[in-house]
Structures are given as C-alpha cells and as structure tokens.
C-alpha cells in the first residue's frame, strides 16, 4: 500500500483546509488515520477512519476537524476547520489493516505511511 498525502497550505487562524490521502491497493477495510508533527515536537495522532466503521479525534480537534473516507476513491480526507496556529504541522496519513480498538492513536500500528502535507497556520 502506498499513500499520497496532499492539501496542505498556508491559511490564517479561523480558515478551513482540507487534506486528502490517496491510497493505492485496497483499503477499504483498513484502518486509516492522520497523525501530526509541530516543529520541534512528537508526532501525534490526530484522528482515524477506524476499519471504515468508526471514527475517533484526538480532543483538541473534536468538533473542529472531520475526518472521512470514500471507498470508491481510496481516499479519506480530513476536514479541519477553525484552524489556529496551534494547528501548524506537518500532517502524515497512516493505514493498517490490523489496527486494534486500544492501539488506534498508537503510531506502532499502523504499517504504511505517507509523506506528509504541512498546514501552516498564522495569526
């Protein structure tokens, strides 16, 4: 599986933004998720599409950021809105098909990984 991050931008705080991952091959049981890296910091989980059936936030993005998946496409995107400047990051998507319930934001589960899309948000 190889995925292609993309939609990542300059915007000023309050904008909206979207991100997309493309994956190749099918994914469409996979578990699929966005993870983050400020400058200076750990990478973090931010939200997944968890094996197409539920999806789960991480808190600071909960009601601010939606993620979403089309099957048809090998596609999900995420839809950040109210950007703030703590939002600043490079974004990377993440896919596995053996994600468990508990491990979800756990960076050591997912196998394949794109190549990040940064988001840089100003005040």
């Known amino acids: 599986v190889q995925l292609q991050a993309s939609g990542g931008g300059l915007v000023q705080a309050g904008d909206s933004l979207r991100v997309s991952c493309a994956a190749s091959?099918?994914?469409?049981?996979?578990?699929i998720g966005w993870f983050r890296q400020a400058p200076g910091k750990e990478r973090e989980f931010v939200a997944v599409?968890?094996?197409?059936?539920?999806?789960y936030y991480t808190d600071s993005v909960k009601g601010r950021f939606t993620i979403s998946r089309d099957n048809s496409k090998n596609t999900v995107s995420l839809q950040m809105n109210n950007l703030q400047p703590g939002d600043t990051a490079v974004y990377y998507c993440?896919?596995?098909?053996?994600?468990?319930?508990?491990?979800?934001?756990?960076?050591?589960?997912?196998?394949?990984w794109g190549q990040g899309t940064l988001v840089t948000v100003s005040s």
């Open positions: 993440a896919a596995s098909s053996t994600v468990i319930l508990s491990e979800y934001s756990k960076e050591r589960a997912y196998r394949y």
């Open positions: 091959g099918g994914t469409s049981s996979s578990s």
């Open positions: 599409s968890f094996r197409g059936q539920r999806e």
